[in-house]
């Protein structure tokens, strides 16, 4: 099946804002294997000039992704989500993504075209604050799961 393309341009905004937590930005650093202090102690990021403990860079992809998710797994969308392939991931920074944040991802379906036959197709999520102001912007690259054959 075929990714719609009456998607591509429209905004689909999150189902719910993502709450950044403490405990979240740790777990993502952890992950990461990243032991940077202001990831991990509200005293270290607050001597760095935050307000409290700073998310790793790429902390942005985890709020995009709860974006374009569920375009994935809409059949009328038509990309599926078993196969896909992770290409690239592009992030455009207005200011760092703090513990306390609470994030409201929009994401777009940018440009569809493809590669080895495959659909691709990238994702445009722009993350605002509470306040409305823009916080960073996750391009997200992904290549569709390979079509089966046919018997």
Same mark, same amino acid.
């Given at each position: 099946?075929?990714?719609?393309?009456?998607?591509?341009?429209?905004?689909?905004?999150?189902?719910?804002?993502?709450?950044?937590?403490?405990?979240?930005?740790?777990?993502?650093?952890?992950?990461?294997?990243?032991?940077?202090?202001?990831?991990?102690?509200?005293? !270290?990021? #607050?001597?760095?000039?935050?307000?409290?403990?700073? @998310?790793?860079? =790429?902390?942005? %992809?985890? /709020?995009?992704?709860?974006?374009?998710?569920?375009?994935?797994?809409?059949?009328?969308?038509?990309?599926?989500?078993?196969?896909?392939?992770?290409? !690239?991931? #592009?992030?455009?920074?207005?200011?760092?993504?703090? @513990?306390?944040? =609470?994030?409201? %991802?929009? /994401?777009?379906?940018?440009?569809?075209?493809?590669?080895?036959?495959?659909?691709?197709?990238?994702?445009?999520?722009?993350?605002?604050?509470?306040?409305?102001?823009?916080?960073?912007?996750?391009?997200?690259?992904?290549?569709?799961?390979?079509?089966?054959?046919?018997?």
């Amino acid at each position: 099946m075929a990714v719609n393309r009456a998607y591509l341009g429209r905004s689909f905004p999150a189902a719910e804002p993502y709450e950044v937590t403490r405990a979240a930005v740790r777990a993502f650093a952890d992950a990461i294997g990243d032991p940077h202090p202001v990831y991990h102690r509200p005293e !270290a990021a #607050r001597e760095a000039g935050h307000p409290d403990l700073v @998310a790793p860079p =790429t902390f942005a %992809a985890l /709020v995009a992704g709860n974006a374009y998710w569920p375009l994935l797994e809409d059949p009328a969308f038509g990309f599926g989500t078993e196969g896909t392939v992770h290409l !690239a991931q #592009r992030f455009e920074y207005v200011r760092p993504i703090h @513990a306390g944040d =609470t994030l409201r %991802a929009e /994401v777009t379906p940018e440009t569809l075209d493809t590669q080895a036959g495959r659909d691709r197709v990238v994702f445009r999520s722009l993350l605002r604050d509470a306040r409305g102001a823009p916080v960073a912007t996750v391009l997200t690259t992904l290549l569709a799961p390979e079509a089966a054959s046919a018997p």
